[in-house]
């Protein structure tokens, strides 16, 4: 009997054994792969007090800043030299640059401007109250300007660049509702208009000769996916969008999937599911072959941000791997890949 029992024991070891070893096996493969890819980059305050923007390290899991300003709801440009966010402190408001090279700060244009050509095309102004609590989200490199969200409710999506030196902005779209995120993408030399709004994602056609004339809304829009989510980061979204604008991943609890917008047909790519919990930041990596997202671990009576965990899945396999966990007080407020 005892015999019997240790064989069992063994046998049952040696399973864990192997699946222990296989998926070390994969986390190597992935990174291995992963580490090629231009870095993740988030902006965070943590909770002993470092705050600014970073650079993420998969393979060794650690963080590097590269800025002490927090750029938030920072994004790549599409050469990926270079990052857009939104800075918001007592030393500087509106949106920047920072350069991925040698990481030097470039304000672009302050509130003071963008207030500004907001009251000039019939926008209310943003006043500044506290760092990191800014209204302008989302920042884009668009053409030879930026767009991003005007306002908290999301429903406004502004234009704006420099013309000698001087500020200019319009509003490239206007919805009756808040909008979770966007997406702006190139395709059939036209420029498509994605959002994420609460239960649907649907795009809309920007007309490249009137950009400066607010009269999109004539094109109407169409809708392309139906989801039925519950609640999500509203700063965040959960979709993105690949950039030949093929496919949309996203997540309906339990899974991820990737939406063919072509064929109108979505692929399973993994599980996960969430105990008081959302999912947050899903991005497709550079080369569209993973997707990263993080988990974010409600606060408890929402005394404080997500406590969040990153994971890369492989899109083809349905790989995945757990990356950080990171502590409860830090606050992380963009992330980008």
């Not at 296989?22 to 305050?45: C, G, T």
């Not at 760092?131 to 502004?158: A, L, R, V």
């Not at 965990?309 to 492989?314: A, E, K, M, R």
Request: charged residues 30%; contains cysteine; glycine residues 4%.
């Amino acid at each position: 009997m005892k015999k019997r029992i240790m064989k069992l024991f063994l046998f049952i070891m040696f399973i864990i054994c192997v699946v222990c070893l296989y998926k070390i096996y994969i986390n190597y493969k992935i990174i291995k792969e992963i580490i090629k890819q231009p870095s993740i980059v988030f902006s965070a305050r943590f909770k002993d007090g470092d705050k600014g923007t970073f650079k993420y390290d998969i393979q060794t899991g650690k963080a590097e800043k590269i800025s002490d300003y927090a750029f938030q709801d920072l994004s790549y440009s599409n050469d990926y030299e270079k990052i857009v966010g939104v800075v918001w402190e007592d030393k500087f408001q509106g949106l920047a640059e920072l350069d991925m090279k040698h990481y030097t700060f470039k304000p672009i244009i302050d509130l003071e401007e963008l207030n500004k050509c907001a009251k000039e095309i019939g926008l209310d102004e943003i006043k500044y109250n506290m760092p990191g609590i800014s209204n302008i989200h989302m920042p884009q490199f668009y053409k030879d300007g930026y767009t991003f969200f005007w306002e908290n409710t999301n429903d406004i999506i502004c234009y704006a660049n420099k013309q000698n030196n001087v500020c200019k902005m319009s509003v490239l779209y206007k919805s009756e509702h808040g909008n979770y995120s966007y997406h702006i993408k190139e395709k059939d030399d036209k420029d498509i208009l994605f959002l994420e709004s609460r239960y649907e994602v649907y795009s809309q056609k920007i007309d490249r000769l009137y950009i400066n004339k607010n009269n999109l809304e004539t094109f109407g829009k169409e809708e392309l996916l139906i989801t039925s989510r519950k609640s999500f980061s509203s700063s965040t979204g959960n979709m993105d969008i690949s950039n030949d604008i093929n496919r949309l991943s996203y997540y309906e609890e339990p899974n991820i999937y990737i939406y063919d917008l072509d064929t109108k047909n979505r692929n399973y790519v993994n599980s996960q599911h969430l105990l008081w919990q959302d999912v947050v930041y899903i991005k497709f990596s550079p080369d569209e072959r993973y997707i990263f997202y993080a988990v974010g671990d409600i606060p408890f009576f929402w005394t404080d941000g997500y406590r969040l965990i990153f994971y890369i899945v492989d899109i083809k396999t349905g790989n995945k791997i757990r990356l950080d966990k990171w502590e409860n007080g830090d606050m992380f407020y963009g992330i980008d890949w």
